[in-house]
Nanobody, 122 residues
Framework: QVLLVESGGGLVQAGGSLRLSCAASGRTFSSYAMGWFRQAPGKEREFVVAISWNGFSTNYADSVKGRFTISRDNAKKMVYLQMNSLKPEDTAVYYC???????????????WGQGTQVTVSS
């Protein structure tokens, strides 16, 4: 089992930056692909980015490509999401998730964190 706890959310002005962190527990963390998803009020949860178990492969949603960067540190059991050039439409609850397979689909993810709120003001 993998337990995930996100942190780093907050309120930021448009054009600003935030760095989200996801702390994982569990012996098998390094074998999981990791992803970030987000959900805005009244909208479905959407894929943001995924990273393979070894960090060699990443996959970004078009809406964040070039602005967001995912990384992981398996020794520390951490996953990070650096978010730059934030826009009001990035406002959402951001979730960290773990999957056996490298995927963009939420249904492929086995474990989820509780989420962290990101609010971007215009």
């Amino acid at each position: 089992q993998v337990l995930l706890v996100e942190s780093g959310g907050g309120l930021v002005q448009a054009g600003g930056s935030l760095r989200l962190s996801c702390a994982a527990s569990g012996r098998t963390f390094s074998s999981y692909a990791m992803g970030w998803f987000r959900q805005a009020p009244g909208k479905e949860r959407e894929f943001v980015v995924a990273i393979s178990w070894n960090g060699f492969s990443t996959n970004y949603a078009d809406s964040v490509k070039g602005r967001f960067t995912i990384s992981r540190d398996n020794a520390k059991k951490m996953v990070y999401l650096q978010m730059n050039s934030l826009k009001p439409e990035d406002t959402a609850v951001y979730y960290c998730a773990a999957a056996r397979l490298f995927a963009r689909v939420a249904g492929s993810y086995d474990y989820w964190g509780q989420g962290t709120q990101v609010t971007v003001s215009s």
